[in-house]
Every structure is written in structure tokens, then in C-alpha cells.
């Protein structure tokens, strides 16, 4: 099943993405369960929705403005260097343990909305990453059980500001400007991908190919990152644990590629789904 968070006519709703139309599942299930993370913390969640389907209005997906599939997640958590050749490629030694850290909800946009390069930068760099969105809170998981705390899957353009990532040691300074990372453009409930760790990624930069991998190539999977980071902080339904990037990204390259105004960046996994944004120039207020 396929769902997501969209705008009609100004209000927030939530739906089943079936061909070209969404059920508006929300019309029914609103009133208790206001957002669609608040739905995927039921444990029927499924069954719920094919209950509202019948019983909910047809949208066509042209008259919709497509969010997040989680527009407000309570957590971001986002893993670097997870794939060997992008270790290799920036020139990072090995780690016992995955490398953390977090985006803010307000640096993401949706399928279809502009990918914003920051006006302070020169350097906007794409990340095809699979996103991992949990159903069933959770501390402590084990990785044998990991997999059933998840609701489904999305891609992700973990887009990075290149010359302020490196402002420290940190990472957070290039990954959490606004409009920065593109997430959807559904969830593909878990169900349809019974291993995580067997599909295809890839990103494409207008039309040519400058990341392709394979999710067996992670070095820590799914579960071991769920486990891992549930050690550290409770997960919760709507949380996003986004998996890290293969090699191939722009600023790795001789002479370096980076984004641009008008460049089209598509992140393409099997089974999950084709994430295409376009990137403009952030403009800024005036004082």
C-alpha cells in the first residue's frame, strides 16, 4: 500500500495512492487520528485504511500538493557513511558504530517542490538515500525484531550544503538548512518490501546516472540501526531514520559536481518509488 500527506484546497489530509487518485482515507479517519503518523502508531493500521478506503472520496492526484509523507516528524535521525565506496570516496576511516546525526523537520520538502540552495553556498550536493519510517514505539529493539517496528519506506535526497558541513567536525551545519532534503514521495507500507537490504538506489542528476548501489552494500543495515539507535532515544511512530548514501556524490568527484539552479535530481529505489525535485536559488527576506 501506498500513502501520503497532501494539501487540497489549503487542508492537510492523508490518503491511499492508488494509479492516479488518492483515497482520501483522512475524510474518515481524521477525527481520531489527525495525521497519518497518529494512524501508523495503531497496530491495524493497515486494516484501517482498507476499511476507510470504501467508505472515503476519490482525489485526483493532479488536484493535490503532495507533503512529506511525514510532514512533522518528531525525530530525524540520519546516518552517514554507511556505504563502503562513500567511506572510501571521502576519505573516512572505518567505525565500530553508525554515524548519527539529526535534520530538523522544517530543512525537508516534498516530491516536487523545489530543492532550495542555500544563497551563502556554492556547493549543494545529493544524497539518495532510503528512508525508514517507524509504526511501533520502541526502546531497546533488538535486531531480530527491528524490521516489525518499521510502517514503511520512502526515498530521500539527504541534500548537503557541502561548504558549511565542514565549517566542524559536525555535520549538522550542512544538513538542516530549509528545503534541503527532499522525502517522499510515499510510503510504501513494509509489507510490500520484505527486505530492506535487497534493492536498488540510485540517483540521477538531469537524466544521467551518478549514484547507483545496491541496499546489500550497507554496512550497517535496517535493523542494526534500528537497534542502535533505539538504544540511544525512544523511537516513535512518524520517527525517520534515514539510512545513508552510497558512493558517487558530487563533492567526491575530479573536478567536483554540485547542484545548481534548474538542475533536476531524481533518487529512484526498486519497490519504493522515484523522488524528482527541481533546484532553485533560496532567496532571502530583507532585513
Known sequence: MRLCSYLHNGRAGYGVVADDRVIAISSVLGDSFPTLASLLATDDFLERCTQAMGRSPELPLADIVLQAPIPNPGKIICVGLNYHDHMVETRHA????????????????????????????????FEAELAVIIGRSGRNILADAALDHVAGYSCYNDGSVRDWQVHTSQFLPGKNFPATGAFGPFLVTSDE?????????????????????????????????????????????????????????????????????????????EGVGLLRNHIARETMPSA
Do not use: W
Not at 553508525?98 to 550536493?125: I, K, Y
Not at 537524466?207 to 539507535?229: K, N, P, W
Not at 531514520?241 to 558512493?247: E, K
Open 94 to 125: 572505518p567505525t565500530q558504530h553508525p554515524t548519527l546525526f539529526a535534520r530538523f523537520a522544517d530543512s525537508q520538502c516534498a516530491h516536487g517542490e523545489p530543492m532550495l540552495m542555500p544563497s551563502v553556498s556554492t556547493q549543494f550536493d
Open 193 to 269: 518490501i520484505p527486505d530492506p537490504q535487497d534493492l536498488a538506489i540510485s540517483c540521477r542528476l538531469n537524466g544521467e546516472a551518478v549514484q547507483m548501489a545496491r541496499t546489500s552494500q550497507m554496512i550497517h543495515s535496517v535493523a542494526e540501526l534500528i537497534a542502535y539507535v533505539s538504544r540511544i532515544t525512544p523511537l516513535s511512530p512518524g520517527d525517520v531514520i534515514v539510512t545513508g548514501t552510497p558512493g558517487g556524490v558530487g563533492f567526491a568527484r575530479v573536478p567536483p559536481l554540485f547542484m545548481k539552479e534548474g538542475d533536476l535530481v531524481e533518487v529512484d529505489i
